[in-house]
C-alpha cells in the first residue's frame, strides 16, 4: 500500500501518463478503496480522490513512477533554530487547523469537509479560506508542524527608509566623505562592478571605487579650452567613503546571489584553490590498481652531456612522475628534454611498470629489488586530458588492460598526490643542486640560475633515483593511509611498507611481464593497409616476411580487397613497424621505395610530403600550361600532317613494303648524320669548307637514282606531271 507523503511522478510525456503533475499521497484506504492526492508543487489545491487499486495499475503499467519526498532544510530545522515570530506563526496555524487534521478523511470528504472549515476558522477567528490555505499547505509538505512554517527564502527585506541622519560610529572629521545610497549610487554601482570588478582578473576594489567617483561626479566635467578635462565638484558634495562603498559592493553581491572570487579568478581556479573539500577520496583495494601520472617542468637547468666542457645549456628538463595511491610510493620516474607527449608518458610508464634493478642499471647504479619493489603494470591510470584522450593511447587499453580515467581541465588537485611528489623533488632534492630555478629568479637583481648549471641529465638520474628510494623507505607517510588491519600488524609508517603490506594481504592484480614485452605493447597505435606491393603505413612502403608468406598480399586470396592490421611503432623512428596479428607481433622494414625517409621520424615525413605537395600546388599553374601547350602543339602537327598526305586506297597501302621505305628514311637519316661529322670536325680543326665530292661518286648517283625510282613508283613521274 502506498504510504502517506509519497511522490507519485508523470512520465516526461505527459500525454502517455494519467496525471499531469507530481502529486503526493495524503491519505489512502485500502478497505474502500480510495487514495486522496494533492499537487506537489505551485500554489496547494484541493485534494483529489482515485481509486487506489487503479493508481497501483498505474505505478505497476509504468504509466506513473513514485519518489520520496524531500523538504526544504529550514522545514527540518528544530525549534531552538527557528525564529520564534516563525514559531508563533506556526502554531497559530496548527492550532487553528488541529480539529481538522483529527478528523482528516471526513474533512476529505466533499459532503462533510466544509462544515469542519466553519467550525474552526469561527473557532479561531479567522476567514474560511485562510483555513482551507492552511490545511492544504499542511498536506502539501508532510504533514508536520514545519509545514506552516512561513517561506522566506525569495522574499526581500524592507528597505531601510533614510532620515537624513549619518548611519554608523561617529567619524573621527565630521569632513569625512559619506553618502545616504540613492536608487542613482546602485545603478552607478552596479556599472562599474559589472565592468570592472567581476570579471576574470578585474581591478582591485580600490581602483574599482576611483571609476565609481569618476561616475559619481560625471556632471561636475568641464572641457577647457585647450582640450583638458577638469572636475569641478564644489563644497558640501557627498560622495561615499571607501568603507562604504566596499559595504555597498558587499550588499550587491549577497543581493544578487553573486560570489565575487569565483567570477574574478575563473570557476576552475576558485575550484581547485578556494572552493572548500568534501574530503572524500578514490580509495584503492590494493597496491598496483590506480596510478596518478603527470609531467612539469623541471625547476633545473641542465648542461649537454655530449659536452665535455660542459659549456653548453640545454635548458630544463620535462619530469615525468607516476605515484601508486594505495601507497603513495613513486613507482617510476623519467626525465627528458622532450616537451610533455604521450611519447614521454610512454616512457615513464615503461620506466613504472619494469624493474628498477635495470633501470637504475642503466646509469650506473645497482640497487636490489628490495629497495624498489613496484614493478608492475596498473589497472587504472589516471592522467591529463592531453595525452590520454588520443588514439595513441589505445594500447594501454587493450593491450595492457588499464582503464583510462581523466582529470578536470585545470584542476591538478584532481592529481595531488603525484602533484606533491614534484614539491618532494624541489624542496627535498633539487633546491641542494646547482642550476635550481628559485620562484623568485625572475625578479630584478636575482641571480640567473642558467650561470649555474652543471649538471647532465643522466648525473640528474643518478640523484633521482636514490632520493625516491628513501622517500619510498625511510621518510614518513600519511596515517590517512592505514586501516585497523594495518594498525593490528604495526606495518611502519613507509611507503614501501605499505606497499609489501598490500602485496600480501589485499587483492593484488598486478601482472609482471618481460621488458620488451611491456616495450612494444606501449608503443604507439595505428593502422596499416596490406597490399600486392607490401605494407602501406603513414604514406610509407614496408616490406613484411610474414604477410608474404601467410599470402596476405595476394590479391587472388584477398579478391582484390585491401587487408588492414594494426601496427605498432614509434614516432621518432620510421625504420620499422610491428604488425598486431594472430601470430604476435611481426616485424616489417621500410622498402627501398620509401629508403629516402630512413631514420626520420613520421613527423619529418610528414612535414616533407606536406612541403613537396605545397611544391606540387605552386607549379601546378606552370605544368598545366606546358600539358595544354604541348597537347594542342600535337593537335596542329597533326592536323598539319593530315593535311599534306595524299589518301592512297586501302589495297595500295596495305601492299606496300615497309621495309623498303624504312631503308630509305634510315638513308635518310644517315646522310645527316655525315653532314653533322663534317660541320663539327671542320669548326673543330679549323679545315675549309669543301665542296661535297660525294655528290659526283657513281655511288651516290645510283642512290640518288633508286631515290627518285621509289618515289616516282608511289606518287608518279615529276615530268609525267608537269606535261
Known amino acids: 500500500m502506498l504510504s502517506v507523503n509519497t511522490l507519485l511522478l508523470p512520465l516526461e510525456d505527459i500525454s502517455r501518463s494519467p496525471i499531469s503533475e507530481t502529486m503526493v499521497v495524503v491519505f489512502s484506504d485500502y478497505r474502500t478503496n480510495r ?90 477567528g479567522v476567514r474560511r479560506s485562510q483555513i482551507y490555505t492552511w490545511i492544504y499547505l499542511f498536506l502539501q509538505f508532510g504533514q508536520t508542524k514545519n509545514a506552516l512554517l512561513p517561506d522566506n527564502r525569495n522574499r526581500k527585506g524592507n528597505k531601510r527608509r533614510l532620515s537624513g541622519v549619518r548611519l554608523g560610529r561617529k567619524p573621527k572629521s565630521p569632513k569625512a566623505p559619506y553618502k545616504h545610497k540613492t536608487p542613482e549610487d546602485e545603478r552607478n554601482l552596479e556599472r562599474v562592478l559589472k565592468k570592472h570588478y567581476l570579471i576574470p582578473g578585474g581591478l582591485p576594489l580600490t581602483k574599482v571605487y576611483e571609476h565609481f567617483k569618476a561616475l559619481h561626479f560625471s556632471g561636475c566635467m568641464r572641457v577647457q579650452p585647450d582640450g583638458e578635462i577638469r572636475y569641478e565638484i564644489l563644497p558640501g558634495q557627498s560622495y561615499p567613503s571607501m568603507s562604504q562603498f566596499r559595504s555597498w559592493t558587499k550588499s550587491y553581491e549577497n543581493e544578487k546571489g553573486i560570489n565575487a572570487p569565483r567570477m574574478r579568478m575563473g570557476s576552475s581556479k576558485y575550484d581547485k584553490d578556494l572552493k572548500g573539500r568534501s574530503g572524500d577520496i578514490v580509495v584503492p583495494n590494493g597496491p598496483g590498481e590506480i596510478y596518478q601520472i603527470d609531467a612539469t617542468p623541471g625547476d633545473i637547468y641542465l648542461v649537454s652531456q655530449l659536452d665535455k666542457l660542459r659549456t653548453l645549456i640545454v635548458g630544463r628538463p620535462t619530469i615525468y612522475s607516476v605515484v601508486d595511491v594505495f601507497s603513495e610510493a613513486i613507482v617510476g620516474i623519467y626525465v627528458s628534454l622532450f616537451s610533455s607527449s604521450f611519447d614521454a608518458m610512454r616512457l615513464a610508464l615503461f620506466n613504472a611498470f619494469r624493474s628498477k634493478v635495470s633501470f637504475a642499471r642503466e646509469f650506473g647504479l645497482t640497487i636490489t629489488e628490495s629497495d624498489w619493489p613496484m614493478a608492475v603494470p596498473c589497472l587504472k591510470l589516471f ?3 592531453a595525452e590520454l584522450t588520443s ?5 594501454l587499453i587493450e593491450d595492457l588492460g588499464i582503464t583510462v580515467q581523466f582529470g578536470r581541465a585545470y584542476r591538478g588537485d584532481d592529481k595531488g598526490l603525484v602533484e606533491k611528489s614534484f614539491d618532494h623533488y624541489n624542496n627535498n632534492l633539487l633546491s641542494g643542486l646547482p642550476g635550481f630555478v628559485e620562484k623568485d629568479y625572475k625578479t630584478r637583481g636575482a641571480k640567473d640560475p642558467k650561470l649555474d648549471a652543471v649538471l647532465t641529465l643522466p648525473e640528474l638520474y643518478r640523484r633521482l633515483i636514490p632520493y625516491i628510494i628513501h ?11 592505514f586501516t585497523r588491519e594495518m594498525t593490528i600488524d604495526e606495518v611502519p609508517f613507509h611507503r614501501r611498507d605499505v606497499w609489501n603490506w598490500g602485496v600480501k594481504h589485499r587483492p593484488f592484480s598486478g601482472k609482471k611481464l618481460s621488458e620488451e614485452q611491456l616495450y612494444l605493447n606501449l608503443l604507439e597505435k595505428g593502422e596499416a593497409s596490406v597490399h600486392r606491393e607490401g605494407v602501406y603505413f603513414n604514406k610509407l612502403w614496408y616490406s613484411c616476411q610474414w604477410t608474404l608468406v601467410n599470402g596476405h598480399q595476394d590479391q587472388s586470396m584477398n579478391r582484390n580487397r585491401t587487408k588492414r592490421f594494426d601496427v605498432r611503432f614509434m614516432r621518432h623512428s620510421t625504420d620499422r613497424i610491428f604488425l598486431c596479428t594472430s601470430d604476435g607481433l611481426q616485424i616489417a622494414f621500410l622498402k627501398h621505395d620509401s629508403a629516402r625517409f630512413q631514420g626520420c621520424s613520421f613527423d619529418e615525413v610528414e612535414v616533407q610530403l606536406s612541403r613537396e605537395h605545397n611544391k606540387e600546388l605552386e607549379q601546378a599553374p606552370e605544368v598545366l600550361a606546358s600539358e595544354l601547350s604541348l597537347l594542342e602543339n600535337t593537335k596542329r602537327l597533326v592536323k598539319k600532317a593530315q593535311s599534306e598526305q595524299i589518301r592512297l586506297p586501302v589495297s595500295e597501302i596495305k601492299t606496300q613494303s615497309i621495309t623498303e621505305n624504312r631503308g630509305l628514311d634510315i638513308e635518310h637519316e644517315q646522310q645527316q648524320e655525315r653532314e653533322r661529322l663534317q660541320r663539327y670536325t671542320n669548326s673543330q680543326y679549323g679545315i675549309a669548307e669543301q665542296p661535297d665530292i660525294a655528290h659526283g661518286t657513281k655511288d651516290h648517283s645510283k642512290r640518288n637514282t633508286a631515290h627518285q625510282d621509289a618515289m616516282n613508283n608511289l606518287f608518279g613521274s615529276t615530268d609525267d606531271n608537269d606535261s
Open 391 to 395: 588514439r595513441r593511447s589505445e594500447s
Open 35 to 124: 487514495i486522496f492526492l494533492i499537487n506537489y508543487t505551485g500554489k496547494p489545491r484541493k485534494p483529489c480522490v482515485f481509486p487506489l487499486t487503479t493508481v497501483m495499475v498505474w505505478i505497476e503499467g509504468g504509466l506513473i513512477t513514485t519518489a520520496e519526498m524531500e523538504l526544504p532544510s529550514f522545514r527540518l530545522l528544530p525549534d531552538n533554530q527557528q525564529t520564534s515570530k516563525a514559531i508563533q506563526k506556526r502554531d497559530k496555524k496548527f492550532s487553528a487547523i488541529a480539529p481538522i487534521i483529527e478528523n482528516l478523511e471526513e474533512f476529505l470528504i466533499p459532503t462533510y469537509g466544509s462544515k469542519l472549515v466553519s467550525q474552526a476558522a469561527e473557532a479561531s
Open 471 to 481: 622517500h619510498n623507505n625511510f621518510e614518513k607517510c600519511s596515517s590517512r593511509l
Open 383 to 385: 592522467g591529463d586530458n
